[in-house]
């Protein structure tokens, strides 16, 4: 999701957090920092403190089967659901040549 989101829409400022691999004092600066958080699975909404549900979406992506962050499979729904949800997001995809 982070490569889609910098690499094709704007503005955005994305930095990816992994649950398990981070402190509690770091995931809560970081959620307190994001204007949106987003996990990849609903499951995960659970390991999300209250405070900060409010602005957590679900990117539906299922378990991870795909072996590599960027899987056409994996890819295609992330573009489709970003898509969906520019709005909610606050961004807009642009033609820049990179």
Sequence with gaps: ?????????????V???GYFANSTETKDMMF?????IVVMEEQYL???????KAKTLVCEVG???????NHPQLIDKVWRW???N???????EHNKKL
Excluded: M, N
């Design 1 to 13: 999701l982070g490569d889609v989101l910098k690499l094709h829409f704007e503005p955005v400022d």
């Design 46 to 52: 659970k390991h999300i403190p209250e405070q900060f």
């Design 63 to 69: 378990p991870d089967v795909y072996g590599r962050h």
């Design 32 to 36: 307190s920092w994001a204007d949106h």
């Design 15 to 17: 930095i990816a957090l």
């Design 82 to 84: 970003t898509r969906l």
């Design 86 to 92: 520019t709005a909610r997001l606050g961004i807009t």
